[in-house]
């Protein structure tokens, strides 16, 4: 095993993997730009290295900085997490070169499996289906416009080198490839220093369902199940769940297999998930590869009894595989909603600032990977998730009814989260039977602009039963509110300072119980 590891990553991931560390009796090394010094990842590993300021570019993003912090601390490994150099070939080299392991794939398999075009093509050569498209990236705005007509509209221009929906544009019609192109191209080439593309058919109502794979440096290689994470907002992932509600047996093993073969035939190690889209007849497509472990990976966790991050640290250190595909068994399901420091009233604009008080929920099947604390201050430079919120139950009902109290049990003030949303989508009869596709989330948010996602009492069209809970809520807010200004007007002169604090707490609470 390795003497010690450094993680090249902030937040959530950077907490998720040192508690992995910490659980193998491994030193957990971390680094941080200036703008997290107070960051939980720092607080908890077991030492820490500043790496410069709080734009990524100077730090997160400097393989230089991060090596010389890894030889610095003695570490013979590094974790990247997700994001900033995990999908990195040229850092995975460089590490190489350092004498320390990078814990994910090869720098060549990340190259092989990490541009869309040529996965899509390794795809294509071992019979797994891709959507329809072209193969290389296009050269010219005029040999996208013939692509188009041939794959058909509505298509969808994408980044080579894409990821988190950057350089990714529909196009309706003839007449939007022009500028389509024009504008994806430049995102992409600002996004990944790479502006090519290509084009694919846009696919109306599929569902977005991938495969996490894992492999061993001795040839063993094995999914691990299914994710489904069609709850999408402008195409970014917003809730997932394994297993999947649309899956079935034979689904899942054509799926599985398909992702293997592609995994295998770009020589892949350690974990990576293959995406696909779904489509209503239960036809799959391959969409992508991800060289790394993913943000949703804790909802294979807890179906699959394994913890991924220890394994890709075994993996790493040459270690076996040490089950083969037979002893995958799934078990329940598992819910994840990633929690975010955004505005739900203001178009889902990021919120960052200091979190006055923050309390994770707890109990029965609840797990919470978060990166935050009460006091901490959510920078603006990064990603402001704040955590994930993941729920198990014996079966996709349970895992609902807790991810719903989970939710209702979080707290987080001072900023905007995306809490009250997932009170809402949780409730939606499209969610609860499992009926959604990947604009689903658009087109509900859109159907349901008058309402203000943060604030569930501006509900529009009530029921009379829905009516009745929200004026009974506001009836005893009421009633809570006068009975603590009351109880402030007792307050005398010589209670103290703390006293009167934590009465006024009270009146400040908001009851926040999703409406029925
Ligand atoms: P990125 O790597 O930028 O996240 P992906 O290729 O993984 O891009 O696609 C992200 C999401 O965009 C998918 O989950 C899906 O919702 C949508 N999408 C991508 N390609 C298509 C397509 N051909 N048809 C329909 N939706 C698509």
Redesign the pocket.
């Known amino acids: 095993m390795f003497k010690k590891i450094l993680i090249a990553n902030r937040g959530e991931i950077a907490v998720r993997v040192l508690r992995a560390l910490r659980e193998m009796n491994v030193p957990a090394v971390a680094v941080f730009s200036e703008a997290d010094r107070a960051s939980l990842h720092v607080r908890l590993a077991d030492q820490a290295y500043a790496i410069g300021p709080a734009a990524s570019r100077e730090s997160y993003l400097s393989v230089d900085k991060i090596i010389s912090a890894a030889k610095k601390a003695g570490c013979d490994a590094i974790h990247p997490g997700y994001g900033f150099l995990a999908e990195n070939a040229a850092f995975a080299r460089a590490c190489k070169a350092a004498n320390i392991t990078f814990i994910g794939p090869t720098a060549e398999a990340m190259e092989r499996l990490g541009s869309?075009t040529a996965a899509r093509q390794l795809a294509s050569q071992v019979g797994a289906p891709t959507?329809t498209?072209t193969l290389d990236p296009l050269a010219s705005a005029d040999q996208a416009l013939a692509a188009a007509r041939k794959a058909g509209f509505p298509?969808?221009l994408?980044?080579v080198a894409?990821?988190?929906?950057?350089?990714?544009r529909?196009v309706g019609g003839e007449g939007e490839v022009a500028a389509a192109f024009r504008d994806a191209s430049s995102e992409a080439l600002n996004a990944f220093g790479d502006g090519r593309l290509f084009l694919?058919?846009?696919?109306?109502r599929?569902r977005?369902i991938e495969i996490q794979v894992l492999g061993d440096e001795h040839g063993n290689m094995v999914y691990l199940g299914e994710r489904e994470?069609?709850v999408?907002r402008r195409?970014?992932?917003v809730i997932e769940e394994a297993p999947s509600p649309g899956m079935t047996l034979e689904l899942r093993r054509a799926m599985g297999e398909a992702a293997v073969r592609i995994a295998r035939a770009g020589g892949y190690t350690n974990a990576g998930t293959v995406?696909f889209?779904v489509d209503a007849e239960r036809k799959f497509?391959f969409?992508?590869m991800?060289t790394r472990l993913q943000v949703e990976h804790p909802v294979t966790e807890m179906v699959t009894s394994l913890d991924l991050v220890k394994l890709q640290i075994r993996i790493a250190a040459g270690e076996k595989l040490p089950f083969t595909q037979k002893d995958v068994v799934l078990g329940g399901h598992a819910i994840e909603c990633r929690l975010y420091a955004e505005d739900p009233d203001s178009g889902f604009l990021p919120s960052p600032g200091k979190i006055r008080e923050y309390r994770a929920p707890g109990g029965p099947g609840i797990r919470v990977d978060d990166g935050v604390y009460s006091g901490f201050t959510v920078p603006n430079e990064y990603d402001p998730m704040l955590g994930k919120l993941i729920a198990w139950g014996s079966d996709r009902a349970e895992a609902i009814a807790r991810l719903r109290r989970a939710v209702a049990e979080t707290e987080a003030t001072g900023i905007k989260t995306n809490l009250g949303l997932f009170a809402q989508i949780l409730e939606t009869d499209d969610f609860v039977r499992g009926e959604i596709y990947?604009?689903w989330l658009d087109e509900w948010l859109s159907k349901n602009s008058e309402r203000r996602t943060g604030d569930l009492a501006a509900k529009a069209d009530l029921s009379l039963d829905q009516k009745a809970v929200l004026i009974a809520a506001a009836l005893g807010h009421l009633s809570q509110q006068t009975r603590a200004s009351e109880m402030q007007n007792q307050v005398g002169a010589t209670d103290s300072r703390w006293k009167i604090e934590g009465r006024r707490e009270l009146v400040d609470r908001e009851p926040r119980r999703p409406a029925k």
């Open positions: 869309k959507v498209g298509a969808v994408k980044a894409g990821g988190g929906g950057k350089g990714m529909t694919e058919k846009y696919l109306l599929p977005h994470c069609s999408q195409h970014q992932k995406e889209l497509y969409l992508e991800n990947t604009r």
